[in-house]
């Protein structure tokens, strides 16, 4: 039996690292490597870094952070996977299969996948033909309106029509290894996860789910993997204001007796 993962997730603008709320509201924590580094000496089980940024601006105008001021993406994955003592999936302005070969030949182990999608669902086919369905990671933005949760496509800030259900079906049809799970009405808002819908995806699915968006404490992560079938719990804001972070969250989860591996921290 696999045990389940607790993932962190590490939003990037232009740069800087950034803390989300309803995927419109972002705050600066800081340059995109200190945070992985905490995080590794944490001993999570993996790491979900996305690029945000809507343009190719990296340019942070610093150096006195005893950080290289770096100038393309591939650059921060490249420094990121220095850091980094798990698996890492890297997301964002893929749009080619050239754009995986370069994310995975600077360190990262798999990718996530969005707007193209949308725009292209057979590139899901394409992708995991090449590199093998474990490697592609299919991230779906879910909103709830009047009581149906429905694709959000975020570079339009729109809802579509789409069923978020039948969309994580088809994705799973088309050789998606893994899918990205994540509310956006819940996101940065503390609330705890959708659990009623999490349940309903991770059952019908055959494929790992990894559930997002709303956690607000330890419980809410035990709440997930103990009533649903998610392989996974992901978040972002609740990991960057207490130290031991991912620790303590999996030390909360093995004493809940839930199936994680045994907390521990890393001497870097």
């Not at 590139?123 to 959000?152: A, P, T, W, Y």
């Not at 819908?197 to 559930?211: E, G, H, N, Q």
Request: net charge negative; aromatic share 10%.
């Amino acid at each position: 039996m696999v045990k389940k993962r607790l993932i962190p997730v590490l939003l990037l603008k232009n740069g800087w690292l950034v803390q989300s709320k309803g995927f419109k509201e972002y705050k600066n924590l800081g340059n995109p490597t200190t945070a992985v580094k905490r995080l590794s000496e944490w001993a999570a089980d993996e790491l979900i870094y996305l690029d945000i940024s809507t343009d190719d601006v990296y340019d942070i105008k610093r150096e006195d952070q005893g950080y290289p001021n770096r100038k393309n993406l591939l650059e921060i994955i490249s420094d990121v996977s220095n850091y980094a003592f798990m698996p890492i999936t890297i997301g964002g302005k893929i749009r080619k299969i050239e754009n995986i070969n370069q994310y995975l030949e600077n360190g990262a182990d798999k990718v996530c996948v969005n707007q193209i999608t949308r725009t292209n669902p057979s590139f899901v086919k394409e992708s995991s033909n090449e590199f093998g369905s474990q490697c592609i990671v299919v991230s779906i933005d879910v909103r709830l309106v009047d009581g149906v949760h429905r694709l959000f496509a975020h570079e339009e800030n729109k809802t579509l029509e789409d069923k978020a259900l039948d969309w994580a079906l088809k994705m799973q049809d088309l050789g998606a290894g893994e899918i990205f799970l994540n509310s956006v009405d819940r996101d940065g808002m503390q609330t705890g996860y959708d659990i009623e819908f999490i349940s309903k995806v991770s059952d019908t699915l055959d494929i790992p789910i990894i559930a997002s968006g709303g956690a607000g404490d330890w419980d809410d992560f035990s709440n997930v993997l103990s009533n649903t079938s998610a392989k996974a719990v992901a978040a972002a804001n609740i990991f960057h204001y207490k130290d031991q972070s991912v620790y303590l969250a999996k030390k909360h989860l093995f004493e809940k007796n839930i199936y994680v591996r045994e907390p521990f921290l890393i001497d870097i």
